[in-house]
């Protein structure tokens, strides 16, 4: 068996009065990420840690934030395209390890709603999406609430 990691990092800007999407849900909060996209940066991370195991390129490389066909899209449809493109190449996603850096608002209270929307994306089960969620403790562009950032290791198996 073969067996591969790769690691992914996303950051967008917050702006106020925007949807904020997250882990394919939206959140309540008075600030969203901005983006050409829905700028769900945890989606973004995990398309790039998957592409980056499968060595595949990125996610700007598939769905480049200069074409218009990807201006406002559901990251969703994202990851299911990357899910079916490892599978294509033969592999299988073993599980997914995501860490959120965000101040406000809280994370925690919505990360079982999120495993309930990325699981079935990735053709894995709940138990194998991790995400975990810590703030910047005020330090910086995350800290001052100018932005959100979101890493993601991910293992990918072929036989």
Same mark, same amino acid.
């Given at each position: 068996?073969?067996?591969?990691?790769?690691?992914?990092?996303? @950051?967008?800007?917050?702006?106020?009065?925007?949807? $904020?999407?997250? +882990?394919?849900?939206?959140?309540? *909060? #008075?600030?969203?990420?901005?983006?050409? #996209?829905?700028?769900?940066?945890?989606? !973004?991370?995990? %398309?790039?840690?998957?592409?980056?195991?499968?060595?595949?390129?990125?996610?700007?490389?598939? $769905?480049?934030? &200069?074409?218009?066909?990807?201006?406002?899209?559901? #990251?969703?449809? $994202?990851?299911?395209?990357?899910?079916?493109?490892? !599978?294509?190449?033969?592999?299988?996603?073993?599980?997914?390890? %995501? =860490?959120? %850096?965000?101040?406000?608002?809280? @994370?925690?209270?919505?990360?079982?709603?999120?495993?309930? @929307?990325?699981?079935?994306?990735?053709?894995?089960?709940?138990?194998?999406?991790?995400?975990? *969620? =810590? =703030?910047?403790?005020?330090?910086?562009?995350?800290?001052?609430?100018? +932005? @959100?950032?979101? #890493?993601?290791?991910?293992?990918? &198996?072929?036989?």
């Amino acid at each position: 068996m073969k067996i591969r990691v790769g690691m992914g990092f996303d @950051v967008h800007e917050l702006e106020e009065g925007r949807d $904020f999407w997250l +882990g394919g849900i939206k959140l309540p *909060a #008075s600030k969203g990420a901005v983006g050409h #996209s829905d700028a769900d940066v945890l989606i !973004h991370a995990i %398309c790039d840690a998957l592409l980056g195991a499968a060595n595949l390129r990125d996610i700007g490389f598939h $769905f480049a934030n &200069t074409d218009n066909r990807w201006k406002g899209m559901d #990251s969703k449809f $994202f990851l299911k395209e990357v899910t079916n493109m490892l !599978h294509e190449k033969g592999w299988r996603i073993g599980n997914v390890d %995501c =860490t959120i %850096c965000l101040e406000r608002p809280k @994370v925690n209270p919505h990360i079982d709603e999120m495993k309930k @929307v990325l699981a079935p994306l990735m053709n894995i089960s709940e138990d194998d999406v991790s995400i975990k *969620a =810590t =703030t910047n403790e005020k330090l910086g562009y995350v800290g001052r609430e100018e +932005g @959100v950032n979101a #890493s993601a290791v991910a293992l990918i &198996t072929k036989e």
